[in-house]
């Protein structure tokens, strides 16, 4: 449907350009005008700025850009130190996104199968998470299991320890359940959407022929989740790999993780250039594994 201020839009821009507007151009400047405050941002804010990180991680100047080097890059590749950040970093990701998978997908099947009273207020209890600040969650995490953390006195209370002896708030396990707590709602997020599009019809045509909830799930449910658990993946592995504020609080782990490192290379006698390498690095790798775990879903997961 158009407008008389489309039509005459229509008839001043024919009359200006030469051009004969259809619906097909103006459905198409819609869209640009639409879109045009996001592409800005993305322009000024994402893109212009890459290119500068990835300018000054090759720069031979530490203050300017200028020059070439690739001296950056060699010391990532073979500094064994890097490598152990490096690879920290991922099986961190990894376990991270394995374990919360293992959390998220019978909560989200809880969730969406059966009716549970207060359904709405656990929901939100649930979701809670993704509006905490990492720096907070490691801290809930220092009072949960910390030296004078709740569990960790009640622990002490049963089997006789010092409390000290017990907590794991700034340990690998400490960390891993920050990292679990903060994963879990993002996981349910993806996956409380795909459970919404499953085929009933055919679960309860697999439980009239005797399938059992345990096949029924497995043969019919699972399959229709499946590129949901992969998209839940997906988002959960990036975003582990981008966590900061919870391990610069807990500082449970060494060599530290990508992003920690990062941090430290600034704080610590501003190394630019290796920050920008670190930091370009973990740009590509991230849109990599984005883009080859897409390939093996329909999940709805941006780059």
């Keep these: 449907m158009t407008t008389d201020g489309e039509h005459g839009f229509e008839r001043i821009a024919t009359q200006k350009t030469g051009i004969q507007w259809t619906e097909w151009r103006r459905e198409r400047v819609r869209i640009l005008l639409l ?16 290119w500068e990180m990835a300018k000054i991680s090759v720069s031979e100047s530490q203050f300017v850009t200028g020059g070439f080097t690739l001296d950056a890059y060699e010391t990532l590749v073979t500094d064994p130190y890097y490598r152990s950040v490096a690879v920290n970093t991922i099986w961190f990701a990894v376990a991270t996104t394995l374990g919360s998978l293992a959390v998220a997908v ?29 720096i907070v969650a490691a801290f809930m995490i220092i009072v949960l299991l910390g030296n004078s953390g709740v569990l960790t006195n009640l622990f002490a ?25 903060s994963m879990v709602p993002r996981s349910l997020l993806l996956l409380r959407g795909t459970y919404a599009e499953i085929n009933t019809d055919a679960e309860a045509a697999a439980r009239s022929l005797g399938a059992t909830p345990w096949q029924t799930f497995r043969y019919v449910t699972f399959p229709q989740i499946r590129s949901g658990v992969v998209g839940a993946g997906i988002l959960t592995f990036r975003t582990a790999l981008a966590i900061f504020g919870t391990v610069l609080i807990l500082k449970a782990i060494s060599p530290p993780v ?20 670190m930091a370009t690095v973990w740009f590509v790798f991230v849109f990599a594994a984005t883009f080859l775990g897409l390939r093996l879903t329909d999940a709805e997961v941006s780059i």
Excluded at 107 to 114: C, F, G, M, N, S
Excluded at 162 to 172: D, E, M, R, W
Excluded at 258 to 277: C, H, K, P, V, Y
């Design 35 to 50: 879109c045009l405050p996001f592409a800005v941002l993305a322009i000024t804010a994402g893109v212009v700025p890459l």
């Design 258 to 277: 990508w992003t920690l490192q990062i941090n430290r290379e600034l704080a610590n006698g501003f190394d630019i250039q290796m920050a920008s390498a």
């Design 157 to 181: 209370v049963f089997s006789g320890r010092a409390p000290t002896s017990l907590a794991v708030a700034t340990s690998v396990f400490g960390l891993y359940v920050a990292y679990l707590y």
């Design 106 to 134: 019978p909560v989200a099947h809880a969730l969406e199968k059966y009716d549970l009273p207060a359904k709405g207020a656990l929901v939100t209890v649930i979701s809670f998470p993704n509006s905490l600040p990492g």
